[in-house]
T-cell receptor
Framework: EDQVTQSPEALRLQEGESSSLNCSYT??????LFWYRQDPGKGPEFLFT???AGEEKEKERLKATLTKKESFLHITAPKPEDSATYLC????????????FGAGTRLFVKA | IAGITQAPTSQILAAGRRMTLRCTQD?????MYWYRQDLGLGLRLIHY???????GKGEVPDGYSVSRANTDDFPLTLASAVPSQTSVYFC?????????????FGEGSRLTVL
């Protein structure tokens, strides 16, 4: 069964304190892995797509990496405005290409 | 501004009542989706439509129905609401279901069933 697990559930950082969020996945043929940001009371907003192991994508203070079993979202020198829930999702080659989401990691960055 | 519009934003509903959540997109995307989001469970797919005139069942379809009469609209109907359907519902779209890419989400509809 296709599955996505994110850890930790919540992460509290001081401004400038770099860290990483983890997304472990089990899927029968990975078509793509996605990262989204979700602010309270809003819909998820797309950040990155990763297609194959070894691939990396960057956007401002965020960098996403991918291996055959997991993805990391590295946050370098975070700011309070980076506080949000970060969602990981995978799309498999089977099952009608539906996207499966993890439960998310809630990130709090304190000034 | 291009995007997805959901209505209502929030609704309190008595159990047993019928409810339709509306979703309209203006991006001319072929694929549309309905997800529900519950604390600790993440987003779960209810129903999807790869193109106008076709629909399919997702992970948690029971108690819900959808239709896709045209490209832009994808309403979700709860025929007889139950308290377990209390959730935040998100409509999403993508240019194609078969090509990996980003999902565009609406702002959500918060539904409470009493």
């Amino acid at each position: 069964e296709d599955q996505v697990t994110q850890s930790p559930e919540a992460l509290r950082l001081q401004e400038g304190e770099s860290s990483s969020l983890n997304c472990s996945y089990t899927v029968s043929g990975l078509r793509g892995l996605f990262w989204y940001r979700q602010d309270p009371g809003k819909g998820p907003e797309f950040l990155f797509t990763l297609y194959s192991a070894g691939e990396e994508k960057e956007k401002e203070r965020l960098k996403a990496t991918l291996t055959k079993k997991e993805s990391f979202l590295h946050i370098t020198a975070p700011k309070p405005e980076d506080s949000a829930t970060y969602l990981c999702a995978v799309q498999a080659n089977t099952g009608g290409f539906k996207t499966i989401f993890g439960a998310g990691t809630r990130l709090f960055v304190k000034a | 501004i291009a995007g997805i519009t959901q209505a209502p934003t929030s609704q309190i509903l008595a159990a047993g009542r019928r409810m339709t959540l509306r979703c309209t997109q203006d991006m001319r995307h072929n694929a549309m989706y309905w997800y529900r989001q519950d604390l600790g469970l993440g987003l779960r797919l209810i129903h999807y439509s790869n193109t106008a005139g076709t629909t399919g069942k997702g992970e948690v379809p029971d108690g819900y129905s959808v239709s896709r009469a045209n490209t832009d609209d994808f309403p979700l109907t709860l025929a007889s609401a139950v308290p377990s359907q209390t959730s935040v519902y998100f409509c999403a779209s993508s240019s194609s279901s078969a090509i990996t890419g980003e999902l565009f989400f609406g702002e959500g509809s918060r539904l409470t069933v009493l």
